[in-house]
């Protein structure tokens, strides 16, 4: 298996006081930072994540809780902002065995592709968030307990209630795909078959009923370039 190399979180202090000259300094917020001088920087600190797992790509900035939480294969992690170094939280949400078998008998790779990826992770309700993963070619998701606050320190997933994931996330973790919940309904765009073929905009969740864009025009998600 291949590892991402990490994750690199960083600090960017600006407007810093330069010392000897009294008054603030008027500095301009950098849009820049080469790896080098972000590992040079002392205010760095690493996440080499776990060695069994890899695909740190869905992020989440939980500002009300203080929290950045990040998905990846297999799990999902919870930082401390105003802490990063402080130690973090994880939880493990694996495919199950039988559709791992399932994926590796439909011919994909088990140790790069059979696993579950996060792609969605979205705040739900005052208490929970939404969070969904490739399952093994098999999308499905699932209620993530956070708390009202932080001080809750609540952190788990509803493991009793777990729902189809098609049109949420995409089946293949090499697609890209992107959501978003405004009132209690997500939009995704994401493909929604195994063999990535369609490509589409879904509304889902809440009271209405769930509606997509038309199958096979790719100018759906195309549209606005020309
Ligand atoms: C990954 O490894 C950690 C310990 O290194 C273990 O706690 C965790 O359950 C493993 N996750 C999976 C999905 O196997
Ligand atoms: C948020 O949604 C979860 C999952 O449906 C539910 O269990 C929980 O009670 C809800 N919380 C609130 C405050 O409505
Ligand atoms: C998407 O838009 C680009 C730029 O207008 C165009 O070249 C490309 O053919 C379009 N792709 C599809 C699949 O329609």
Known sequence: ?????????????????????????????????????MVESSNLITFNGLTNSSGYDTFLLDEERGRLLVGAEDHVFSFDLVNLNREHKQIA????????????????????????FIRVL????????????TGAFHPICAYLEMGKRAEDNIFRLESSHFENGRGKSPYDPKMLSASIMLDGELYSGTSADFMGRDFAIFRTLGEHHPIRTEQHDSRWLNGTTQ
């Open 1 to 37: 298996m291949d590892y991402l190399p990490g994750i690199v979180l960083l600090l960017l202090f600006c407007g810093a006081v330069v010392p000897g000259q009294g008054e603030p300094k008027h500095s301009v917020p950098r849009l820049k930072l080469s790896y080098r001088e």
């Open 93 to 116: 949400w694996p495919a199950t065995p039988s559709k791992r078998d399932e994926c590796k008998w439909a011919g994909k790779d088990l140790g790069k592709e059979c696993s579950n």
């Open 122 to 133: 979205q705040p739900y309700n005052s208490t929970h968030l939404y969070i969904c993963g």
